[in-house]
């Protein structure tokens, strides 16, 4: 008898047990239960913008929730990344960015926030090329030419940026590095009136997104002298790399989702395989390489370090350089 007692208080327990984390279950709602809000750190209708509302259209799929893109422009970017890092951890706030604003604007001037410190990396999102272009009627057909008549008069030569600390700003200066010349920088409020100040004749190079360069290429009027990485571009196989006329030196653009700092590990991997699934999905890797982007939906650790090394990269140039932003 004593023993049949003690099996059915056992039996309770376990039962008891079972009821009690199912209640605990129950109070804990999986993720996400909500909207999510993707925060663009700039104006609507760039790059950048584009991108985080193919994202946002996509993510929805397997998320089952809506992802709800929201502008917060302002500090080149440092206002809307300011607010994700200040949001709560709990993966409804979300930054997506590229790569010089994000990582750059740290060496540049004091941010609010620590990019290591208080932001996470979700995925990365997309990866592109910067591209190294001339005037069609430019007498500089390649890199050797570029770098011999630099030589041969210091200084002569000018390119244009979207402004100080922008990419186009970043990316030839590190070439300028790389090749041992000087080039004055002339910068303008923006990409538009950089390119045209290109078109018409008023300077002699830009550096600028493959996004910006190919349909001038394409229309018979820019003539591409270099790309930014390792690899040569698809849609650009016989121009070289960085990387093989200055060995070790290429680096690629990309785009990525950061989180509160304090996020829940498995938030993080529910939102990096939604990621995932909508940059490789057929629908969003074609709009992505009509753009000029490459889908990527790399991970959190190993984006860590990519992003580790770009700020080394480009803190060390900045400081060397004694580049300032506008």
Known sequence: MAYFRSRVWRTLLVWVGLMA????????????????????????????DVVARLLARNMQDSLKQAVVVENRASAGGVVGV???????????????NAATPMVTVVSLQATPYDLLKDLVPVAQVSTF???????????INSMQDLIQLARKQPGKLNYASAGSGSGQHMYMELARSAAGIQIQHIPYKGNSPAMQALLSGEVDLIFDTSLGIL????????????????????SMPQVPTMDSLFPGSG???????????ATPKEVVAVLTEAIRKA?????????LRELGLEPSGMGPDRFADVVRRDLERWGKLIRDNSIKAD
């Open 251 to 261: 680096i690629q653009g990309w785009h990525a989702v950061f989180a509160p700092a």
């Open 82 to 96: 300011d607010h994700v890092a200040k949001s709560p951890a709990d993966g409804y706030t979300l930054v997506l």
């Open 279 to 287: 940059v490789n999905s057929p629908e969003m890797a074609a709009k």
């Open 21 to 48: 984390g199912a209640g605990v279950m129950a109070q804990t709602p999986s993720f996400p239960n909500r909207p999510i809000k993707l925060v663009v750190p700039f104006v609507p209708g760039g790059t950048l």
């Open 215 to 234: 349909p001038q290429v394409q229309g018979n009027r820019l003539r591409p002298l270099m790309t930014s990485s390792a690899k040569p571009m698809a």
């Open 129 to 139: 090329d910067y591209v190294l272009a001339v005037n069609v009627k430019s007498p």
